[in-house]
C-alpha cells in the first residue's frame, strides 16, 4: 500500500496559480488512480480531480474545469494539480488519495489511501 504526502499549499491573491504535489511512497504507485478532494471550514470534503491508474481519464469538478490540472509523473511517483485563475472560493484543505487499479472516481469511498492535506488560501 501507498503512503502520499502532499505539499505546495499556501497563500496566493485571486487570479494566482499554486501548484500541489502529492509523493507517493511504495514502488505500486503507476496501478493506482489517483484523485484530489478539498474540504473548506464547515463543508464536507468534495472531489476536485481525478486521473484513472492507466492515466487515459480525467475528470474534474465543474468548478474547477478550465482553471485545473492534473498530472502524473510515474518515474518520480508524484501526482500534481495545477491550480490557475484561483478564486476565494477555492480556499481549502486539499487531499490526495490513492484507489489501487481505480478509474479515477469522484467518490471518496473508492480510495483506500488519503495524505494528511495542505492548506490553500486564496485572498481577494
Known amino acids: 500500500q501507498v503512503q502520499l504526502v502532499e505539499s505546495g499549499g499556501g497563500l496566493v491573491q485571486a487570479g494566482g496559480s499554486l501548484r500541489l504535489s502529492c509523493a507517493a511512497s511504495?514502488?505500486?504507485?503507476?496501478?493506482?488512480?489517483m484523485g484530489w478532494f478539498r474540504q473548506a471550514p464547515g463543508k464536507e470534503r468534495e472531489f476536485v480531480s481525478a486521473i484513472s491508474w492507466r492515466g487515459e481519464n480525467r475528470d474534474y469538478a465543474d468548478s474547477v474545469k478550465g482553471r485545473f490540472t492534473i498530472s502524473r509523473d510515474i518515474a518520480k511517483n508524484t501526482v500534481y494539480l495545477q491550480m490557475n485563475s484561483l478564486k476565494p472560493e477555492d480556499t481549502a484543505v486539499y487531499y490526495c488519495a490513492a484507489d489501487w487499479m481505480g478509474r479515477g472516481s469522484s467518490r471518496t469511498y473508492e480510495y483506500e489511501v488519503w495524505g494528511q492535506g495542505t492548506q490553500v488560501t486564496v485572498s481577494s
Open positions: 511504495g514502488r505500486t504507485f503507476s496501478t493506482y488512480a
